[in-house]
């Protein structure tokens, strides 16, 4: 009976592996924000807010991919803020090659508390960078990043 019921475990845990999820999504909700700015632990960090549904994001999420690959080493958070399945999400990651990015998804409704605890002027325009030195200094950056100077950024 014994070796019944570990074969049931071992094949139980098997068959959980073979089909876990590999992409780690993480919601992000009200309240989060410090704690992100946080893991920096002073070092520059790039939060980047964009939407499964917004045209400009659809088009630069692959070349975010890139340059992630290229600079594992950098501090990069990827936050998506429509209201859609994970499902979704998870497909645009894959497809951008950010699978193993620090992802998060909005997990409440996307309204102006949330934003305002993120940045009081920001109205919910997407995509949005929020660049954060190492002095904790802040700065928006609206629209579609400028690779070059964002890698100029994070070296200064």
């Known amino acids: 009976m014994k070796r019944i019921v570990l074969a049931i475990a071992i094949f139980m845990t098997v068959c959980h592996l073979a089909y876990a999820d590999p992409m780690n999504l993480k919601p992000y909700q009200q309240g989060d924000w410090s704690s992100i700015i946080q893991s920096a632990n002073g070092d520059p960090i790039a939060i980047h807010f964009w939407g499964v549904t917004c045209p400009a994001c659809v088009k630069e999420m692959p070349q975010w991919g890139t340059f992630v690959e290229k600079n594992k080493n950098l501090k990069i958070i990827f936050i998506q803020v429509d209201d859609v399945s994970p499902e979704m999400i998870k497909k645009m990651l894959s497809k951008a090659k950010l699978d193993n990015a620090n992802n998060y998804y909005v997990s409440s409704p996307f309204d102006e508390r949330l934003r305002y605890e993120i940045d009081p002027k920001w109205r919910g325009e997407t995509p949005i960078t929020i660049l954060v030195n190492r002095k ?14 964002l890698q100029i950024w994070f070296r200064s």
């Open 136 to 149: 904790g200094q802040t700065n928006r950056k609206t629209g579609p990043i400028n690779f070059s100077q």
